[in-house]
Every structure is written in structure tokens, then in C-alpha cells.
């Protein structure tokens, strides 16, 4: 069975660095994509950040570019999300995601984990 586990999750100020792990199992990770979106109350589901399979290709949304850096580590079957400058608007739940391509809307597809709270004040 595919399984996702977020860890990093936390309350910090605006301005400091926080990054989020996901440690996958159930499948050979280095065989697809994985990424991170988000969801805020209220809000549509946004894709954060993919990385390819293939070439290590990278996906950022408009919002976070510049910002956020999405890694992945093969022989520990982990990706990250480490982000810097972080704002209030950044405030959400965010999901590790692992599907077959980074392709258009690629985070309403696949399998993603429980998620993990991040909360950015002041």
C-alpha cells in the first residue's frame, strides 16, 4: 500500500525558514513524481511545488516561486519542501503528493498523504 507521511509542520513568524519532509513507501520512489499542494479553510486546492521522475524537473506555482525549493533524496525515499520568506497567505495544510507526471493540474490526481499544518503569524 502507497503511503505518504508529512513531518515539519509547525507555527513560525514570517521571515523564517521551515521544511517540510515526506517520507514515502509501498512503491519504487524513484520511479514517479512527487510534489506538494495545499489547502487553506475555504479556499481551492493549490499545487505548491513537483518534481519529475524522469529528470528531476521542477513545478512551481506562482505564488511560492522564488521561495520555496522542492528536493528529492532517492535513497531515502524522501522529498522536501523547504521554504524561505514565508508570508501569512502561506498559512495551510500542506500534503505530500506522489502521482506519475507533473502535468496541468497534476495534484488532483494520485495518492497524498495526511497533510501537516503550517502556520505562518505576523
Known amino acids: 500500500q502507497v503511503r505518504l507521511v508529512e513531518s515539519g509542520g509547525g507555527l513560525v513568524q514570517a521571515g523564517e525558514s521551515l521544511t517540510l519532509s515526506c517520507v514515502a513507501s509501498?512503491?519504487?520512489?524513484?520511479?514517479?513524481?512527487v510534489g506538494w499542494f495545499r489547502q487553506a479553510p475555504g479556499k481551492e486546492r493549490e499545487g505548491v511545488s513537483c518534481?519529475?521522475?524522469?529528470?528531476?524537473?521542477?513545478y512551481y506555482g506562482d505564488s511560492v516561486k522564488g521561495r520555496f525549493t522542492i528536493s528529492r533524496d532517492n535513497a531515502k525515499n524522501t522529498v522536501y519542501l523547504q521554504m524561505n520568506s514565508r508570508k501569512p497567505e502561506d498559512t495551510a495544510v500542506y500534503y505530500c503528493w506522489l502521482g506519475s507526471r507533473c502535468r496541468g493540474s497534476w495534484y488532483r490526481f494520485g495518492s497524498w498523504g495526511q497533510g501537516t499544518q503550517v502556520t505562518v503569524s505576523s
Open positions: 509501498g512503491m519504487t520512489f524513484s520511479s514517479y513524481a
Open positions: 518534481i519529475s521522475a524522469s529528470d528531476d524537473s521542477t
